[in-house]
């Protein structure tokens, strides 16, 4: 059983009685002073108004404590480990916060002409320069604002790439091992995601390519390493045949945190990735703010890029908008320029020593949780895996202990479960990604805890059933809430 009365390492914050905001409030409290108006009021038909939204009138200590109490109800990479498999929930180091506060950063106008922005333009003109040499690629664009947006920006290159060559193509091909957005980008730009399986070993057939990929294809989308934590080995191989069909490789470069300073992608075969900077560069990622999604290219697809783009003649940065094969803009200004900042401030102090060896750390504390956890939980794929593991809940079954189960006890234990249920051809998946920012020690009690749950699955998995049981909310009924939805507060 796990020590400390079945809680484990995790430590248990007030959890504060907190009722509804419209329970809270009074009647004709007031949070702020607002001057008298010294504009005449409108006349506005009352009718075309409708009813005022229920808002409850509160002060503004009753607002301070509710967010305050809510707050302390919340987990995030600073609480504790947060090994969500794909998402790369690593430690973002405050000193980027800091810089990205600055005044000259944080308070500098998007539409200032260049001569008078040179700063702002020479981060970014940087930045996009650090991207390319670590991926190994030729050009890239900072507007996407999000790995999704990254994706689709790199399809639109596509579909301009081949329409400048007067092809005709309608389809992608898209590995079943692909994240789940591949599949959505592709058809918003018009083209039919074509699935192919992996083989046995969680890998691409390159033989299956070459049948698959005809005159109407347009590339294939290849997230590597794959969402089974696997490097596709023969990537090469496979962009070998695409190309010789006139087709583009994609890279999803949602896992570039296992390969910086050590692949180039170049080299592998890809035309177009995107990255996800709040995920391998450490920026905020999801609910914590803003993402972004550069786009890197080939010398080829240069020419599409999204404009404005930021050049350097020697002297000067400029925002280049003279660019008639450009996709043009895919965002407001430059993107989210202060998600960008902290990325570039983690790229300049981590350097490229410590940036090839944050992956090496990754892809190390991976393969050290798969190793001490083999026995305990089934290993979906038996091999050396890149910076993730996925385990499955097949040993638990027999119990009737779910994935489910196993991700609700890790709360009680002071952990932010993974991924689970992802990636989808791995039933009952449970996917680990430790990142390189967890100690030994850290992982070795993360570890100790994985496999007293699976001993409580034996021998009490109605604990596992009835988890979580130390917090404010206690296990949802999901398909209630899926049915029966409560979209809007108040009565």
């Avoid at 696997?230 to 896992?255: C, M, P, Q, T, W």
């Amino acid at each position: 059983m796990i020590p400390g009365n079945q809680i484990g390492p995790g430590r248990s914050g007030l959890i504060m009685e907190e009722p509804l905001l419209w329970e809270r409030g009074a009647k004709g409290r007031c949070g702020m002073s607002i001057p008298e108006s010294d504009v005449p009021p409108a006349q506005i038909d009352d009718s075309l108004l409708g009813e005022g939204p229920n808002f409850p009138d509160l002060s503004e200590v009753d607002v301070v404590r509710h967010y305050t109490h809510l707050s302390l109800w919340n987990f995030g990479v600073d609480t504790g480990m947060y090994p969500l498999g794909s998402c790369t929930m690593k430690y973002n180091p405050k000193i980027n916060e800091q810089i990205a506060a600055m005044p000259g950063f944080a308070e500098a106008h998007p539409m200032l002409p260049d001569e008078l922005c040179q700063g702002t333009l020479r981060l970014i003109y940087e930045m996009q320069q650090a991207l390319c040499t670590i991926s190994g690629l030729d050009a890239a664009t900072l507007q996407p604002a999000a790995g999704a947006h990254g994706e689709l920006t790199g399809m639109f290159l596509f579909a301009a790439y081949h329409k400048s060559k007067g092809n005709k193509k309608s389809k992608i091909l898209m590995p079943d091992t692909a994240h789940g957005t591949n599949p959505a980008s592709a058809a918003l730009c018009g083209f039919k995601p074509v699935k192919i399986a992996v083989n046995e070993n969680g890998l691409l057939n390159a033989d299956e390519v070459r049948e698959l990929m005809d005159d109407e294809t347009a590339g294939i989308m290849i997230t590597n390493p794959n969402t089974l934590g696997l490097f596709e080995s023969n990537i090469r191989e496979i962009a070998d045949i695409v190309h010789e069909k006139g087709g583009l490789v994609y890279g999803d470069g949602a896992n570039m945190n296992a390969m910086m300073g050590i692949t180039d992608m170049k080299k592998c075969g890809v035309d177009v990735m995107h990255w996800n900077v709040h995920k391998t560069l450490s920026t905020p990622h999801g609910g914590g703010g803003p993402g972004a999604g550069p786009v890197c290219v080939v010398k080829e697809l240069e020419k599409f890029l999204p404009s404005p783009h930021i050049t350097f003649d020697g002297k000067m940065y400029h925002r280049r908008t003279d660019l008639p094969d450009s996709l043009g803009r895919v965002h407001s200004f430059h993107g989210n320029f202060g998600v960008l900042i902290k990325a570039y401030s983690y790229v300049l102090s981590m350097g490229e020593e410590y940036l090839r060896r944050a992956s090496e750390l990754a892809v190390l504390n991976a393969n050290y949780i798969k190793e001490k956890l083999r026995g305990y939980y089934y290993l979906a794929q038996d091999a050396v895996c890149m910076h993730e593991v996925v385990f499955s809940d097949k040993f638990q079954t027999e119990y009737k202990v779910s994935t489910l189960d196993i991700a609700k006890r890790l709360m009680d234990c002071g952990y932010h479960p993974p991924t689970i249920y992802f990636p989808l051809i791995v039933h009952g998946a449970i996917m680990i990604e430790p990142t390189e920012t967890e100690s030994l020690e850290d992982l070795d009690e993360f570890i100790e805890v994985m496999k007293a749950i699976a001993e409580e699955a034996k021998t009490d998995p109605d604990l596992l059933h009835n988890s979580p049981q130390r917090y404010k909310v206690r296990r949802l009924d999901e398909t209630a809430a899926a049915r029966n939805p409560r979209l809007t507060g108040g009565q």
